[in-house]
């Protein structure tokens, strides 16, 4: 059975930073990208960092390029998301996916990333 579970997530002032991890497990981790979504209040889900099997190749969202970066240990099964430089904006439930050998999508239940002063 496919888990993914996300922590890390918090209150944190703007300019602040935070780690969030998502630990899996019911998969060969290691064979399979990782994404890390976000949804603010009244907005749709939204992709924000995507990662490579190997972790060699990334993307991110145009919002968040050059303060957040994604990263993954196969040994540990676990993807992270590190977030420097967070604003108001970047308020959202964070959420880890990945998709199956068939596409089925798998998410987590999520972790709230709250940005105020």
């Known amino acids: 059975q496919v888990k993914l579970v996300e922590s890390g997530g918090g209150l944190v002032q703007p300019g602040g930073s935070l780690r969030l991890s998502c630990a899996a497990s019911g998969f060969t981790f290691s064979s399979y990208a990782m994404n890390w979504y976000r949804q603010a209040p009244g907005k749709e889900r939204e992709l924000v960092a995507a990662i490579s099997t190997t972790g060699m190749r990334t993307n991110y969202a145009n919002s968040v390029n050059d303060r957040f970066t994604i990263s993954r240990d196969n040994a540990k099964n676990t993807v992270y998301l590190q977030m420097n430089s967070l604003k108001p904006e970047d308020t959202a439930v964070y959420y880890c996916?990945?998709?199956?050998?068939?596409?089925?999508?798998?998410w987590g239940k999520g972790t709230l990333v709250t940005v105020s002063s």
């Open positions: 996916h990945t998709k199956g050998p068939w596409g089925t999508p798998y």
